[in-house]
C-alpha cells in the first residue's frame, strides 16, 4: 500500500522558517519524481515544487522561487521542503504527492502570522 505522511508543519512567525518532512512507503521511492502541492483556506490546490527521480532537477512556482528548496533522501525514502522568509500568503496545508502514481499525503498545516 502507497502511503505518504507529512509533518513538520506549524505555526511561524512571517520571515520564519519551517522545514516539512514528507515518509514514503510502500513503492520503490527512488524511481518517482515528487511533489508538493498546497491548499490556502477557500482555496483550490496549487503546486509549489517538484523533484524528480535522482534529486537532480527541481522546479518551483515564482511566488516561492528562492525562498522554497525541494530536496529528497531515497535512503530514508523521504521528501523535504525547506521553506524559508515565509509569508502569510503561505499559509496553506502541505501536501506531498507521487504524480505517476496518483497518491498524496493527508498534508501538514503550516500557519504564517504574527
Known amino acids: 500500500e502507497v502511503q505518504l505522511v507529512e509533518s513538520g508543519g506549524g505555526l511561524v512567525q512571517p520571515g520564519g522558517s519551517l522545514r516539512l518532512s514528507c515518509a514514503a512507503s510502500?513503492?520503490?521511492?527512488?524511481?518517482?519524481?515528487m511533489s508538493w502541492v498546497r491548499q490556502a483556506p477557500g482555496k483550490g490546490l496549487e503546486w509549489v515544487s517538484q523533484?524528480?527521480?535522482?534529486?537532480?532537477?527541481?522546479r518551483y512556482t515564482d511566488s516561492v522561487k528562492g525562498r522554497f528548496t525541494i530536496s529528497r533522501d531515497d535512503a530514508k525514502n523521504t521528501l523535504y521542503l525547506q521553506m524559508n522568509s515565509l509569508k502569510p500568503e503561505d499559509t496553506a496545508v502541505y501536501i506531498c504527492?507521487?504524480?505517476?502514481?496518483?497518491?498524496r499525503g493527508q498534508g501538514t498545516q503550516v500557519t504564517v502570522s504574527s
Open positions: 510502500g513503492f520503490a521511492f527512488s524511481s518517482y519524481a
Open positions: 523533484v524528480n527521480s535522482g534529486g537532480g532537477s527541481t
Open positions: 504527492t507521487a504524480p505517476a502514481l496518483g497518491a
